[in-house]
């Protein structure tokens, strides 16, 4: 989009009250989950060699996938039950406990989800539903199955006992996710009757970016060769906030985050 005065390049492209809790937020989950693990866990790409599935729309090519994110997140795929659901229908009726609802179109107003977790049940598994649109959608179903996970890592493992949806968005980038959910995070579409774009998640466009960036620089990289993986818009967000980065190392990781 033309801008009359555009940003310079040292300018951040997110606020910054959300750069602060990103910058410490991320820092907090080195510290739960290893500093030197996000600096030795790959990066995913959406690639067969990283998702050797055939994506057919089936539950097989669902549970396939979860196996590869529960491998990269370090969960144990036996303690998962996944189970398929239909937006359309809007009432769940089953013997599940309490559960968390992932949405698409946040900012919409509408009832729409992608995913939903529940706390592990007496049997100690826990229940992870995925919308069935997903399932014809790789790159959504790999996000919205790291989000549900992160969840988990989250959750499930006692580190928090209260949900935080952003801090459970940053968490598919520590471990290698980004890419996914930064382009879940906006996605264009076009019809004969007109174009428009569906997001997932909790953070913005540009916070992914941010994220990216953040990611990258945590691993100390100088090629970034996977931005060609991402969306045009992340791709300019993530350029945008190396940029930042690049011009405030004396900044970037050293400040408080104060929540107002």
Known sequence: MFRLFPKKSGDCPIDPDTRLWMENAFLWLARQFGEGGIVSLPLLYPTPECFPVRYDGSKESLLKTGSIVARQMNIDIRTVNFEVYDQDIQELSSGFGHGI????????????????????????????????????????????????????????????????????????????FGIFSANAAFKEYKSFEGYGHRSQGYLKQRDWGYALALYAYYREETVFDWIKYLTLNIRSDFKRSMDFINANKDRVFMEPYIKK
């Open 101 to 176: 609802w992932t949405n698409v179109d946040n900012d919409s107003g509408g009832l729409l989800s992608s995913g939903l977790y529940f706390d592990k049940n007496e049997k100690g598994i826990y229940d992870i539903l995925i919308e069935k649109r997903n399932l014809n959608d790789p790159e959504s179903l790999v996000a919205t199955i790291a989000h549900e996970f992160s969840h988990i890592k989250i959750l499930g493992e006692k580190r928090l006992d209260f949900n935080d949806e952003e801090l459970t968005d940053l968490t598919t980038v520590i471990f290698g």
